[in-house]
């Protein structure tokens, strides 16, 4: 892409993602889960003086935007992570947190909903009609619910409700997997690891030392292929003494991408009351709580707090 549009887009997405983790804390200390969320930053991995110095000049870059970075020569990566086997150097960004058990915070951010009121119900999305008075109408479990708005927060399928609606939107995915590992003689990660130069990510959960893969371009619904986690799992292990697999099969996902990255979030531009609230790519769990806010704000006549033009439905 032209530097201008990276720069576009990069502005387009500050907004969302600085809001992205005083978003979580609020709600993660109402929901009472503060042991879940580790502010360690996450550290970029190079194994070669070629490649570092494509990581550190991606760093400089990305000094102008105030963050927190420490470059790492071998021993600094030592320091920080004594179970590693030695590498050329590397790249500690301090300023981001992670989750060490998203599944955890989904049921605790559920939980904070029905405490305040909230119905968890389930249905079908696709059976979402539109009554004659306007409203909307979706068949659950418990019998038929009608509202006078409705949200469409179906990821990568999405197009399930917007498709027959008649909305073109080019919502396409990136499939993805991970697998948890235990560690071979109580070694211990102490932060999120990029193996850059590989292509994949090793991270502290609670469940173990997660090896996440990167993308995998193939059908939605296709019957898993997991293969980056058998190729990437060697070199992991060489490079971190991990043990035993902890999960019968890799995870799988589909990460839901729009053409610029960008999710859409605000109202379906031909149908008054539905909203949509999808396509967050590679941040879903990191943009849940702020795209919420922002589509809160639309939903109830509130300033949105931020601006929300560049997500709107119908920039394409
Ligand atoms: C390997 C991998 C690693 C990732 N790591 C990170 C990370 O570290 N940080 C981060 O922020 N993001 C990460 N992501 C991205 C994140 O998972 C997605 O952005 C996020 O899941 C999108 O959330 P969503 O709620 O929009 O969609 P989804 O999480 O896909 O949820 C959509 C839901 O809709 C349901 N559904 C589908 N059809 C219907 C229907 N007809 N009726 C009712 N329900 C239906 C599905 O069952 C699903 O539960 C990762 C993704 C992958 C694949």
Same mark, same amino acid.
């Given at each position: 892409s032209a530097p201008e549009r990276v720069q576009r887009n990069i502005e387009a997405r500050r907004p969302l993602i600085e809001h992205s983790l005083s978003e979580h804390e609020a709600l993660i200390q109402q929901a009472g889960?503060?042991?879940?969320?580790?502010?360690t930053g996450w550290i970029k991995l190079h194994r070669s003086e070629r490649t570092l110095a494509a990581g550190l000049a991606d760093a400089e870059r990305l000094r102008a935007y105030d963050l927190h970075i420490d470059t790492l020569d071998s021993a600094g990566v030592a320091a920080l992570e004594p179970d590693l086997a030695p590498i050329m150097g590397g790249i500690h960004y301090r300023d981001t947190a992670a989750i060490i058990d998203p599944a955890a915070l989904s049921k605790a951010y559920a939980d904070l909903f029905v405490s305040r009121g909230g119905h968890l119900l389930s249905g079908d999305a696709r059976s979402l009609s539109q009554e004659p008075d306007g409203r909307w109408r979706v068949e659950t479990a418990n019998g038929p619910l009608v509202a006078g708005a409705a949200v469409v927060t179906?990821? !990568?399928?999405s197009d399930a409700i917007y498709g027959p609606l008649g909305y073109r939107i080019p919502l396409g995915w990136k499939r993805g997997y991970h697998m948890h590992y235990a560690a071979k003689d109580g070694a211990k990660l102490n932060h999120p690891i990029l193996d850059a130069d590989v292509g994949y990510l090793l991270a502290p959960m609670r469940r173990g030392v997660r090896l996440t893969s990167g993308a995998e371009f193939a059908r939605r619904d296709a019957p898993p292929t997991p293969v980056q986690i058998e190729v990437c799992e060697p070199t992991a292990r060489q490079l971190f003494p991990l043990a035993e697999r902890l999960d019968p099969e890799p995870w799988r996902g589909a990460r839901p991408c729009l053409p610029d990255m960008l999710p859409i979030v605000g109202p379906?531009?031909?149908?008054?009351?539905l909203w949509f609230d999808f396509g967050h790519a590679h941040h879903g769990l990191t943009l849940g709580p702020v795209s919420g806010r922002l589509l809160a704000d639309m939903m109830t006549g509130e300033? !949105?707090?931020?601006?929300?033009t560049p997500y709107r439905a119908d920039r394409f």
């Open positions: 889960a503060g042991e879940l969320l580790r502010r179906l990821g !990568p399928w379906a531009p031909r149908h008054r009351g300033k !949105p707090f931020i601006d929300p």
